[in-house]
């Protein structure tokens, strides 16, 4: 079982730039969650999807979408990069279901200069 | 609103020593509390859960945690740390929305391991 994977290792993009990153959830998982880590900070929650559909989502601006794929793999879509969009962005996988677990990937990280 | 309080930003400690990582957090319901892990340049690795039943929860690596309501806390232990522990430590709560869970982050706690 390879376990969550996370496409590209490292991104480094300019200001006002488009940034599309990839994530193939643990075999059996179903749910895709991202979340943004900044450096020195805990990861804050961006959106899940269930089934295709954004399920939730958090405090995050429109610049920010996503996809999710029949075979459950995702995508994180970040549009008019911001110096402060700079972080580790994490997918998490799980079963639908109160509480299960989240597996999360290596992460990408993204540098906007 | 859902939170997650890490007092300690950083601590260290020497090979050996016993360990404490405190947590403490705000939410309405019964909390489902987590303890991760992180290494320099890695993902999240899940140290231990707290879903309900003993308040005591045994993790991987030798770490536990004990769930206290009264007191809003779900501190980790480790009774005598080794140099491979230097890592930051992230608690986190669930929280339960239409079926559909997230997880709400402290800011972590870095931790140091003198040899």
């Known amino acids: 079982d390879a376990g969550v994977t996370q496409s590209p290792t490292h991104l480094i993009k300019t200001r006002g730039q488009q940034v599309t990153l990839r994530c193939s959830p643990k075999?059996?998982?179903?749910?895709v969650s991202w979340y943004q880590q900044a450096l020195g900070q805990g990861p804050q929650f961006i959106f899940q999807?269930?089934?295709?559909?954004?399920?939730q989502r958090g405090n995050f601006p429109d610049r920010f979408s996503g996809h999710q794929f029949p075979n459950y793999s995702s995508e994180l879509n970040v549009n008019a990069l911001l110096l402060g969009d700079s972080a580790l962005y994490l997918c998490?996988?799980?079963?639908?279901?109160?509480?299960?677990?989240?597996?999360f990937g290596p992460g990408t990280r993204l540098t906007v200069l | 609103a859902q939170s997650v309080t890490q007092p300690d930003i950083h601590i260290t400690v020497s090979e050996g020593a016993s360990l404490e990582l405190r947590c403490n957090y705000s939410y309405g319901a019964t909390p489902y509390l987590f303890w991760y892990v992180q290494s320099p340049g890695q993902g999240l690795q899940l140290l231990l859960k707290?879903?309900?039943?003993?308040?005591l929860v045994q993790g991987i690596k030798g770490f536990e945690a004990e769930f206290k309501r009264s007191q809003s806390s779900f501190n980790l232990r480790k009774p005598s740390v080794h140099w491979s522990d230097a890592a930051e430590y992230f608690c986190?709560?669930?929280?339960?929305?239409?079926?559909?869970?997230?997880?709400?982050f402290g800011a972590g706690t870095r931790l140091a391991v003198h040899p």
């Open positions: 998490a996988s799980s079963s639908l279901g109160d509480y299960n677990e989240q597996f």
């Open positions: 999807y269930y089934e295709e559909e954004e399920r």
């Open positions: 075999s059996g998982h179903d749910t």
């Open positions: 707290y879903f309900s039943g003993d308040t």
């Open positions: 986190a709560v669930a929280t339960l929305s239409g079926g559909y869970n997230k997880l709400i």
